[in-house]
Nanobody, 112 residues
Framework: EVQLVESGGGLVQPGGSLRLSCSAS????????MDWVRQAPGKGLEWVAT????????NYAEAVKGRFTISRDNTNNTLNLQMNSLRPEDTAVYYC?????RGQGTQVIVSS
């Protein structure tokens, strides 16, 4: 059974930083590309970033490019998202995603 558990969300002021983590189990983590996606209040799911299985290639949505960094630790089956220069429009529930599977999400609120 695939399990994805996100953590690290919280309330942060505009311009601040957060680091999200996702602990993965139930599949061979090192074999798969992984994504971060988010859902803002009242909106649909939005893709944020992807990292390849080997961690060598990363791709970002234009909205977060230059501010967010996706990374992974294949030894510990962990996916990370470093978020800097946060903006109110980054407010959302953030999910790590493996194929069609998502965790329960972690809430990020950017507000003064």
């Amino acid at each position: 059974e695939v399990q994805l558990v996100e953590s690290g969300g919280g309330l942060v002021q505009p311009g601040g930083s957060l680091r999200l983590s996702c602990s993965a189990s139930g599949f061979t983590f090192i074999d798969y590309d992984m994504d971060w996606v988010r859902q803002a209040p009242g909106k649909g799911l939005e893709w944020v970033a992807t990292i390849t299985a080997d961690g060598f290639f990363r791709n970002y949505a234009e909205a977060v490019k230059g501010r967010f960094t996706i990374s992974r630790d294949n030894t510990n089956n962990t996916l990370n998202l470093q978020m800097n220069s946060l903006r109110p429009e980054d407010t959302a529930v953030y999910y790590c995603r493996h194929g069609s599977e998502r965790g329960q999400g972690t809430q990020v609120i950017v507000s003064s």
